[in-house]
C-alpha cells in the first residue's frame, strides 16, 4: 500500500458528537489528488466514543483507559503514523474544502519549513486569531487573545503584535512564532529531531515545541488559505466549574514554566517571584470568576443527557 501524504492524528475525550461530526468533514473534504490516513487517539472516553469508531474500520484507533493528556496522546498517534506529514487535530474541528491538501503542497514546495498551521475560525465563520502567533510578552497578560482590552482595542500594538492580526486577511502563508496544536501539521524528520511533543507541558506546549523547531533551523508558517472550523472548548466533556478552575490553574503554572525556560531565567533570579506572583494574581481573580460563571444552557443540557465532564487531568 503506498505511503499516505498525510497522517491525521485525532485526540478525543467525550466527544462523540463533536468526534463523529470531524471524521465526516475529513472524508467529505476536498482531497485533490493527495492521500491520508486518520489515527484517533481516545483518552478513556466514556460517552460511545469507542462504539462510534468501531463503525468507521478505516480508521486507526489507540484507546487508552484513562486521561493521559493531549502531548502524550498525540506522541502515541505519531508512533504508529506512516504519512510523509504528521497532522494534529482537536476532536471538535470541521474541515474546509481542500485545507489538508494546501498544507502538504506548502511542505512539499518549502523544504525549510519544519511546520505549517491551518487558520481557524469560530462556528460563526468569525476568526479566533489563535491559529498562529508570535511569542506572548508581559503585555499580552493584559491584550491576550479573549481579554476584554484585546476586544475593546482590538488595533492596539500589544494585541496586534501578538495575534498577528494585520496579516492572516493577506490569504498568503507567513512565519510565526508558534501554531495551536487544534490543527497543525509537521514534517516527521524535524518532529523526531526534537522528541515530539512536550509531555510535561499542558498548556504552552505549541510554544515550547515551535520554539525546538525553529531552533533546530526550520522555519514555522500558517497558511491562512487552509481553513477549519473549531468548536473550542466544545470537546473533551462539559467545562464544569470545578473543570474550568482547573484549566486556569494549569494556564498559569504552564506559563510560568515557559516563560522561565524560553527566556532561560535562572532558578536563583528573583525576576521568577515577580512572575510567580503576577501570574498566581491573576489566576486567583479568574478562578473566583469561574467559580460564580453560571453554567451555560449548552453545557447543561449536555449534562443532562450524561455527557461526562472532562477535558483536562485534574
Known amino acids: 500500500m503506498p505511503q499516505p501524504d498525510i ?20 472524508k467529505n ?5 493527495k492521500t491520508y490516513e486518520i489515527i484517533v487517539v481516545d483518552n478513556g472516553s466514556t460517552d460511545g ?24 496522546a498525540g506522541n502515541q498517534g ?10 494534529f487535530l482537536n476532536d ?34 468569525t476568526d479566533q486569531f489563535s491559529s498562529g ?36 486577511s493577506d490569504n498568503l502563508p507567513y512565519e510565526v512564532d508558534w501554531l495551536s496544536a487544534a490543527a497543525m501539521a509537521v514534517r516527521v524528520d524535524a518532529f523526531n529531531q526534537v522528541g515530539g511533543l512536550v509531555e510535561d507541558f499542558y498548556y504552552f506546549h505549541e510554544l515550547i ?31 464544569t466549574p470545578r473543570v474550568r478552575r482547573a484549566h486556569v490553574k494549569k494556564f498559569h503554572i504552564a506559563a510560568y514554566h515557559w516563560f522561565c525556560v524560553h527566556h532561560r531565567i535562572s532558578s536563583l533570579n528573583p ?4 512572575i510567580g506572583s503576577v501570574l498566581a494574581g491573576r489566576a486567583a481573580v479568574l478562578m473566583v470568576v469561574e467559580t460564580f460563571k453560571p453554567q451555560s444552557a449548552n453545557d447543561k443540557a449536555q449534562i443532562q443527557v450524561g455527557r461526562p465532564e472532562g477535558g483536562i487531568p485534574i
Open 209 to 239: 515545541i515551535c520554539d525546538r523547531i525553529k531552533r533546530n533551523g526550520y522555519s514555522v508558517y500558517l497558511d491562512p488559505r487552509s481553513k477549519i472550523l473549531h468548536y473550542e472548548g466544545a470537546g473533551s466533556g462539559v467545562r
Open 29 to 33: 473534504s476536498i482531497w485533490r489528488d
Open 78 to 87: 505519531a508512533k504508529i503514523a506512516v504519512g510523509r506529514y504528521l497532522m
Open 271 to 274: 525576576v521568577r517571584l515577580l
Open 92 to 125: 471538535d474541528i470541521l474541515i474546509i474544502d481542500d485545507a489538508f491538501p494546501l498544507l502538504v503542497e506548502f511542505l512539499d514546495a518549502n523544504p525549510q519549513a519544519g511546520m505549517v498551521g491551518s487558520r481557524l475560525f469560530n462556528i460563526d465563520g
Open 7 to 26: 497522517s491525521l492524528i485525532i485526540i478525543s475525550l467525550n466527544s462523540r458528537h463533536f468526534l463523529a461530526d470531524c471524521l465526516v468533514s475529513i
Open 133 to 168: 502567533r508570535t511569542f506572548p510578552s508581559p503585555m499580552n497578560a493584559l491584550f491576550g487573545r479573549k481579554s476584554v482590552l484585546t476586544r475593546l482595542f482590538p488595533n492596539a500594538a500589544p494585541a496586534r503584535r501578538y495575534l498577528l492580526s494585520q496579516r492572516v
Open 49 to 72: 466514543t469507542l462504539e462510534l469508531l468501531a463503525e468507521h474500520p478505516d480508521v486507526r484507533v489507540v484507546a487508552n483507559k484513562n486521561n493521559v493528556g493531549f502531548c502524550p
